[in-house]
Nanobody
């Protein structure tokens, strides 16, 4: 059974850092494209970052470039999202998502509809 479990969220002051983890079970993470998304209250879910299977090529949305870093540890079957210099506008529920490499739809790794599997989310709140 494919399962994704996020953790690492919490309350942090502006300028602070958090590292989110997405632990995969039931499948080999490096065979899947993994995306991080976030959804703030009243807003649509948006793609934040993703990492492609195999090559490990990464993508970041403009608003987090230079502040967030996505990485994976194949041995731990875990993808991380290191978030630095956090801002109030980063406040959201963060989700990780997965799609098997041969099932890519070609919509774009930052598109919600590209993914087949989702975690339950972890809350990130940036506030003083």
């Amino acid at each position: 059974q494919v399962q994704l479990v996020e953790s690492g969220g919490g309350l942090v002051q502006p300028g602070g850092s958090l590292r989110l983890s997405c632990v995969a079970s039931g499948f080999r993470l490096d065979y899947y494209d993994i995306g991080w998304f976030r959804q703030a209250p009243g807003k649509e879910r948006e793609g934040v970052s993703c990492i492609f299977s195999g090559s490990g090529t990464t993508y970041y949305t403009n608003s987090v470039k230079g502040r967030f870093t996505i990485s994976r540890d194949v041995a731990k079957n875990t993808v991380y999202l290191q978030m630095n210099s956090l801002k109030a506008e980063d406040t959201a529920v963060y989700y990780c998502a997965a799609v098997y490499r041969s099932r890519r739809r070609g919509i774009g790794c930052n598109a919600v509809t590209e993914y087949d599997y989702w975690g339950q989310g972890t809350q990130v709140t940036v506030s003083s």
